[in-house]
């Protein structure tokens, strides 16, 4: 880069992160001629952040409280390997006051804020009243050191209903909880108050009043160690699951200059209140009336920074290294302007239809749409990559560019369309649907979007299409090129020559017929294939008739039926007796599984009473033990994984007959947690 305001003295920088932000790092470290040095625990040995650094250091275990969270480790590779200065990325260090201040006693350059406007701004509590004193308009509130139970309650009971329950220290939706009644609040505050203690070692909690029909607006501010102050525009990141971003756009839909303004100067107020240096984000509520509240500052760069870049034509990283190297800010607030529309979806191993469970596997087939001047891709993976427990699941930000934001919307519609995953389940669907929904398309934002448009998310999706080019799929590739050996070993056995063996469908004088019988979640599903001596298709799938022709070229199959021509890749893998398939087309996907061969051996399908582990994870909270009756809701155990709380709940009233795990065990997805009997069947 041959702008002089980049330059800066670091020859080389460690960054204490991992994933798809410390290879985002990375690239504009090499680009600016600065060598890295990343670390990595014992599940990221292979990582890719690993092969971009120019070199690696092992910091640990797997767990980050083992490895990504070792200060000194960190703090002692950067100095063995002549490092000048840390960039923590977010989350894990990033911050963390207390490392800042090991950098700095170490003679390293923390990039990012100072110490003490970390430590102003990490309690969110204390940080009101900062902004209270800046001028920054606050939401109503309890913010207070009395931690009782009773008086955060009494605090919600007279702002009135619905509230937020916030963890002091959090962020990121970590121990936060909506509340819509009083007789929610104890069970909403112990979950809360126990996942911000898992999180941040801190279970404080403040509450607020929860304005229903918000949307969550936050402005992008840089400031420098001279005493200039930028704001580089806003964000809209409504579109929220557990209080977690999943969509997030820039600049903010429907805001005007005088209202932009009026946000961007309230921002450079709070940061100012703090003697702000380096990259941060004030979080904004957003009313239908036009009125913004501070929630709280991020003090650090934020996942999605990248729509900021797109809009602004910077690059926010090489601000920070510019900045944290005593350097004035690159551009005045005058130089700065909007250009087009951003949107930057989040690719996340999840189960969408299960509450959005984290999910874990391997990536064993991974296609991402090409990059270009208008879709860019920052990730952390590539394909037979695993996705483990120990981490956020997110696999990676697709983030789209349009000269409106109606032109960034189809193109993020036809980038969508180009992922293909197999290995573990995504919200990639999903995404498709929520940026499809008309509201999404007319910008009528709120923070609970999800909830308010369910029916048209969640709905039944009609795969009818999908199965049917299954059922041509499995008749022109009888075998799988992945044939387990035993089923390979059969094959061989069958005496190819005998027209009673043959597995083509033939049948004298009429059309070969087959009948395939796939799982899709479970349930079976038979297709009905006929195909006639000049090649045509003729597919049942239970109602629906399709008729036409198919090609397949290796995974590519190419169909016509009902006079309606479709193009879908198809991959496959075999899992021991059956084949795994995972259809992609133009408008969804589908993912099954062929009914194993029965070779006489028993089901051993466990009882249906069994509780079963709902995904890998920790068991962290068990409130019941054998013997024991329990109601109806309640709840028996809490699982955490990848950074999410899931409540396992009794569907009934019943007796707990046994327990098989205790707190702190890890435990595979789908293991038996415990037996549960309903009241009906003791």
């Known amino acids: 880069m041959s702008d002089t305001r980049y330059d800066t003295p670091f020859r080389k920088i460690l960054v204490a992160n991992r994933g798809e932000i410390a290879c985002r790092i990375i ?89 003490s406007a970390i430590e102003a701004m990490g309690s969110k509590s204390a940080a009101k009243q900062i902004m209270q004193e800046a001028s920054v308009p606050l939401l109503p509130g309890y913010h207070g050191s009395d931690q009782d139970e009773t008086t955060l309650k009494e605090a919600a009971d007279n702002m009135g209903y619905p509230v937020l329950l916030k963890a002091v220290a959090g962020g990121g939706g970590k121990g936060m909880r909506q509340v819509r009644s009083a007789d929610e609040f104890s069970e909403a505050f112990a979950a809360a108050k126990r996942e911000a203690q898992s999180g941040f070692g801190n279970d404080a909690m403040l509450v607020e009043k929860y304005l229903d029909r918000a949307r969550h607006v936050e402005v992008q501010v840089f400031c420098d160690s001279q005493g200039n102050g930028v704001y580089l525009f806003e964000r809209d990141c409504s579109v929220q699951r557990r209080h977690q971003k999943i969509i997030e756009e820039a600049p903010a839909p429907g805001i005007d200059d005088t209202l932009r303004t009026q946000m961007g100067e309230a921002a450079l107020r709070a940061a100012a209140a703090v003697n702000y240096v380096g990259a941060g984000t004030v979080e904004f509520l957003l009313d239908e009336h036009g009125e913004f509240f501070f929630m709280e500052m991020n003090t650090r760069l934020q996942v999605e920074h990248p729509v900021t870049e797109m809009i602004t034509g910077t690059d926010l990283v090489a601000w920070q290294l510019a900045v944290a190297s005593g350097k004035p800010l690159p551009k005045a607030q005058n130089e700065l302007s909007i250009q087009g529309h951003a949107i930057e979806v989040r690719i996340y191993a999840e189960n969408p239809d299960n509450d959005f469970l984290p999910a874990a596997g391997s990536l064993w087939r991974l296609k991402q749409p090409a990059a270009n001047a208008n879709i860019r891709i920052d990730t952390g993976v590539i394909q037979g990559d695993e996705v483990g427990v120990f981490y956020d699941p997110m696999i990676a930000k ?27 389940t995504t919200n990639v669907d999903f995404l498709r649907r929520l940026i499809a929904v008309p509201a999404f398309r007319q910008a009528i934002l709120q923070t609970d979007f999800i909830e308010q448009h369910r029916r048209e998310l969640f709905g039944d999706e009609d795969h009818t299409i999908s199965l049917a080019q299954v059922g041509v799929y499995l008749t022109l590739a009888p075998v799988s090129q992945g044939a387990s050996h035993e089923m390979a070993t059969r094959k061989s056995l069958i005496d190819t020559s005998s027209p009673w063996h043959a597995s083509d469908g033939w049948r004298m004088n009429a059309p070969s017929l087959w009948h395939h019988i796939v799982l899709v979640d479970d349930e079976e599903k038979t297709i009905t294939v006929k195909q006639d001596r000049s090649g045509a298709f003729e597919l049942v799938v239970a109602d629906a008739t399709y008729r036409g022709t198919a090609a397949l070229a290796g995974s590519i199959l190419c169909s016509e039926l009902n006079g309606i021509r479709h193009q879908v890749e198809i991959f496959e893998q075999a899992l021991g007796h059956q084949r795994e398939l995972i259809v992609f087309g133009s408008e969804q996907s589908l993912t099954c599984r062929t009914v194993a061969p029965d070779f006489g051996e028993e089901s051993g399908r466990s009882d ?64 038996d947690l415990l037996n549960f009997v309903p009241v009906e069947q003791n």
């Open 27 to 115: 690239r504009t470290a090499r680009h600016l001629g600065i060598e890295t040095v990343a670390v990595f625990s014992d599940a990221d040995r292979r990582a890719l952040h690993v092969e971009m650094a120019d070199q690696a250091i092992h910091i640990g275990g797997s767990a980050p409280a083992d490895s990504y969270l070792q200060m000194q480790r960190i703090i002692d590779a950067a100095k063995a390997t002549g490092c000048q200065a840390i960039h923590p990325g977010y989350g894990f260090l990033s911050e963390n006051a207390e490392f800042s201040g090991l950098c700095a006693a170490n003679d390293l350059v923390f990039i990012g804020p100072p110490a």
């Open 398 to 424: 697709l983030i789209v560019w349009g000269e409106t934001r109606a032109i960034a919307i189809q193109r993020l519609q036809q980038a969508l369309g180009e992922y293909k995953i197999a290995g573990v």
């Open 608 to 671: 249906e009473s069994n509780f079963k582990a709902p995904m890998n994870g920790t068991l962290t909270a068990l409130f019941v033990e054998a013997g024991q009756q329990v109601e109806r809701g309640s709840t028996l155990a809490i699982m955490e994984a990848m950074k999410m709380e899931h409540a396992i709940k009794a569907p009934a009233a019943g007796t707990v007959t046994d327990v098989f795990y205790s707190i702190g065990d890890l435990v595979d997805g789908g293991a």
